[in-house]
């Protein structure tokens, strides 16, 4: 048995990020699939008008809400072993600040008290998470890369004490390979091509080097995703607060509150420390496990 073993901020990001992969291993019976979410979501914007009394600000209700949509989404995608950091509500979203600092992310002045990104909170995260590594034994295990992506203060933790925690059992586990999520620039550049000239997109194009993306030899793992595209659409519908869909005949765009438009792209990328571009072809178990 294959083990794959995802370690991910908030609900919603299993699915954006790796909703394919998660959907592809956990359809095959050799391979079974953990998915780690490190907090309910608190602090996410909320799309539909007539659910935004369960924010922060208001009932703030969002994440227990988000544990039903996160419920739903798993089920899409096939996972049955799914698991909170610490248990549910243990860590509070931290939120994130963009004034200022253009597309990024960055750490809010003010951190909630349970905040997942607070200074004092790591080693407790880190504990838990290495609980999890030595019951699970996963020969890969897939996060974010050290800047968390676009720089969530909640994804560069969850990175974090992954390394930490992966550097704490690996004389007991033996190998295992740390898969960073990514996006090559030129994936991302086709799939926005695609929808530059989609009729009635409801949503804006992004401006040059909005979205995240990496140089293509940064990218190490290229899995195919295209032939799981309906449960991944499950599963972003699934998370109605955060994500947005819009299809026509072919097209299909996602878009966040901001109303970015994002293509659904058909392989899903990954960086391996260590290992260099395109080398570990396109599956994330090469070279460690059958």
Not at 117 to 140: G, Y
Request: hydrophobic share 45%.
């Amino acid at each position: 048995m294959r083990r794959l073993l995802l370690v991910h901020a908030h609900p919603d990001d299993e699915t954006l990020a790796t909703g394919g992969t998660i959907a592809r291993y956990a359809a095959d019976p050799g391979t079974s699939v953990t998915v780690v979410t490190c907090t309910l979501g608190e602090q996410g914007e909320i799309i539909p008008p007539e659910l935004a009394q369960l924010g922060p600000d208001a009932a703030d209700q969002l994440g227990g809400y988000r544990i039903g949509e996160l419920a739903a989404a798993c089920a899409a995608l096939g996972v049955t072993d799914h698991r909170y950091l610490g248990g549910p509500g243990r860590w509070r979203d931290s939120g994130m600040a963009l004034a200022g600092h253009g597309v990024r992310a960055a750490l809010p002045d003010v951190l909630h008290p349970r905040a997942f990104a607070a200074p004092d909170a790591r080693d407790a995260q880190v504990d838990a998470l290495v609980a999890v590594l030595e019951e699970v034994a996963p020969h890969v295990v897939v996060t974010y890369g050290p800047d968390g992506g676009y720089g969530h203060p909640d994804h560069v933790r969850a990175h974090e004490i992954t390394v930490a925690a992966l550097e704490r059992v690996s004389a007991r586990l033996g190998p295992v390979r740390l898969c960073c999520t990514v996006v090559g620039r030129s994936t991302l550049d086709a799939g926005l091509a695609a929808l530059r000239d989609a009729p009635g997109l409801p949503f804006r194009l992004p401006a040059p080097d909005e979205l995240p993306s990496v140089p293509d030899e940064a990218v190490t793992v290229r899995v195919d995703v295209s032939g799981v595209r309906a449960a991944r659409v499950a599963a972003m519908r699934a998370h109605a607060t955060q994500i947005a869909l819009w299809e026509s005949g072919e097209h299909l765009a996602l878009a966040m509150s901001n109303g970015v438009a994002q293509p659904l792209l058909e392989v899903e990328e990954f960086s391996v420390p260590g290992e260099g571009a395109g080398a570990g072809g396109t599956d994330l178990f090469t070279g460690i496990a059958p």
